[in-house]
T-cell receptor
Framework: AQTVTQSQPEMSVQEAETVTLSCTYD???????LFWYKQPPSRQMILVIR??????QNATENRFSVNFQKAAKSFSLKISDSQLGDTAMYFC???????????FGKGTRLHILP | DSGVTQTPKHLITATGQRVTLRCSPR?????VYWYQQSLDQGLQFLIQ???????AKGNILERFSAQQFPDLHSELNLSSLELGDSALYFC?????????????FGDGTRLSIL
C-alpha cells in the first residue's frame, strides 16, 4: 500500500527564518503527483504547492519551494522568510493512478514565533 | 474563500442518530470529494463523485453514504453514529475527474457525538 510519512509532528521557528518540513512516501509507481496542503487555525485546507513526478524541476510558489528527490522518495517543503501567517498544520499528500485517490500524511504543526 | 460551501459548520448529536452534511462545490467544478479528519487517523479520503456518479471510494464505512445531485451539490449521510465518528468532515471540489488536479476545500463541518 502507498504511504506518506511526515516525521516531524511539530516544529517552531522564528519569524523570517527558513524552515524545511520533511515528507517521505512509498510507492512502486513511476508517475504520480505530490502536494503540500496548509491548514491554518481557521481549519480551511489550502493547496500550497503541487509537483508532478515526471518533472525533474522542483516546484516553486513564491516563498514556498520543494526539494523533490524521486529516487529517495522524498518531498520536502521549504518555507523561506517565514511569516506569522505561515503558522499552520502542513500536510504532505500523494496521488497515484493505481489507487486513484489522495493519501495524506499525518501532518506537521508549524509555529512561527515573533 | 475557496468557493466551496459546507453546511452546517457545527453539528452536535447523540450516538445512534443520523445526520446529513451538505456541500456545494465551486462554480464550474464537477467533482466533489469527502474527507474525514480525526485526531488519531489524520485526513482520510472517503468518497468522490464526478458529475453525479460515484468515481472513487476510500475508507468509507457502510454506515456512511453519499450522493451528488443534478445541480452538483453533494450530501454525506452518516447513520447509526458512534462516538468515534466525531471528526471534522471536509468537502472539496475540482474541475475534472482526476484527483491529481488541485482540490478546493470547504471550511468543514465539525461533528460532535455525545
Amino acid at each position: 500500500a502507498q504511504t506518506v510519512t511526515q516525521s516531524q509532528p511539530e516544529m517552531s521557528v522564528q519569524e523570517a527564518e527558513t524552515v524545511t518540513l520533511s515528507c517521505t512516501y512509498d510507492t512502486s509507481e513511476n508517475n504520480y503527483y505530490l502536494f503540500w496542503y496548509k491548514q491554518p487555525p481557521s481549519r480551511q485546507m489550502i493547496l500550497v504547492i503541487r509537483q508532478e513526478a515526471y518533472k525533474q524541476q522542483n516546484a516553486t510558489e513564491n516563498r514556498f519551494s520543494v526539494n523533490f528527490q524521486k529516487a529517495a522518495k522524498s518531498f520536502s517543503l521549504k518555507i523561506s522568510d517565514s511569516q506569522l501567517g505561515d503558522t499552520a498544520m502542513y500536510f504532505c499528500a500523494f496521488f497515484g493512478n493505481r489507487d486513484d485517490k489522495i493519501i495524506f500524511g499525518k501532518g506537521t504543526r508549524l509555529h512561527i514565533l515573533p | 474563500d475557496s468557493g466551496v460551501t459546507q453546511t452546517p459548520k457545527h453539528l452536535i448529536t447523540a450516538t445512534g442518530q443520523r445526520v446529513t452534511l451538505r456541500c456545494s462545490p465551486r462554480s464550474g467544478d464537477l467533482s466533489v470529494y469527502w474527507y474525514q479528519q480525526s485526531l488519531d487517523q489524520g485526513l482520510q479520503f472517503l468518497i468522490q463523485y464526478y458529475n453525479g456518479e460515484e468515481r472513487a471510494k476510500g475508507n468509507i464505512l457502510e454506515r456512511f453514504s453519499a450522493q451528488q445531485f443534478p445541480d452538483l451539490h453533494s450530501e454525506l449521510n452518516l447513520s447509526s453514529l458512534e462516538l468515534g465518528d466525531s471528526a471534522l468532515y471536509f468537502c472539496a471540489s475540482s474541475a475534472g475527474p482526476y484527483s491529481n488536479q488541485p482540490q478546493h476545500f470547504g471550511d468543514g463541518t465539525r461533528l460532535s457525538i455525545l
